[in-house]
C-alpha cells in the first residue's frame, strides 16, 4: 500500500472495530492502512487456549505482538519467548514466525503490521463474525488461507507449535 496523508482522526472505543472470525478465534480490526495513510494496520485477536498459526514468513510487513492477557511462546527465526501480559515481541519480515497459547485460557493481544495492509489478510481468509466470542467449531479451509497467505505475500514454512505440557 502506498502512503499518502491522513486528514481525519481514527478513534475507536472499546468493542469497536470489524469483528472477524478467523480459524477459531475472534480478530477485530481496529485500524487499516487505509485509515492511517499506510503506516500500519491493528487488530485486537482474542485467541482460544492451544492454537498456533503455522510456521510462515511476512515479506511486506514486519508484525509486533503486545500480550494482553493469556500466556503464549512465541517464536521467531532461532528465538522463543514465553510472553506474559506487558510482553513485546517484534517480528521483522521476512524471517519465519509462529505462535502458541499456552494453557487453557485464551490470549487476547494487539498486533500490528508495519506497513498496514496485512491486516486484510484475516477479512478475506476468515469470515465476519455474527455473534460475540469464538466461532462454532469447524474445520480450517486450507485452501482458502493458501490463497490468502499468496495473496498478501505470506508463505506457510512449517507446522504450528504445539502447547508445552502442562506443569503439575
Known amino acids: 500500500m502506498t502512503a499518502h496523508a491522513v486528514t481525519e482522526p481514527l478513534i475507536l472505543g472499546a468493542g469497536e472495530g470489524t469483528p472477524i472470525w478467523f480459524q477459531g478465534n ?6 487499516t492502512a487505509a485509515a492511517t495513510g499506510g503506516a500500519f494496520g491493528l487488530v485486537e485477536s482474542l485467541v482460544a487456549p492451544g492454537y498456533s498459526p503455522p510456521l510462515h514468513i511476512h515479506e511486506r510487513e514486519d508484525e509486533t505482538f503486545y500480550l494482553l492477557e493469556g500466556e503464549v511462546t512465541i517464536r521467531c527465526g532461532d528465538r522463543t519467548l514465553r510472553a506474559t501480559p506487558g510482553a513485546c515481541a517484534f517480528l521483522p519480515r521476512g524471517i519465519p514466525h509462529t505462535f502458541v497459547v499456552e494453557g487453557d ?12 495492509g496485512g ?6 481468509a476468515g ?3 455474527d455473534a ?7 474445520s480450517p479451509d486450507l485452501e482458502q488461507l493458501q490463497r490468502a497467505a499468496l495473496r ?10 504445539t502447547p508445552s505440557p502442562r506443569r503439575v
Not at 152 to 161: H, K, N, Q, Y
Open 26 to 31: 475472534r480478530i477485530t480490526v481496529k485500524a
Open 105 to 116: 485460557r485464551p490470549a487476547r493481544m494487539l498486533g500490528i503490521m508495519t506497513p498496514g
Open 119 to 124: 491486516e486484510a489478510f484475516f477479512g478475506e
Open 127 to 129: 469470515r465476519p463474525a
Open 132 to 138: 460475540e466470542g469464538f466461532p462454532p467449531p469447524a
Open 152 to 161: 498478501f505475500a505470506t508463505r506457510i514454512v512449517g507446522p504450528p507449535l
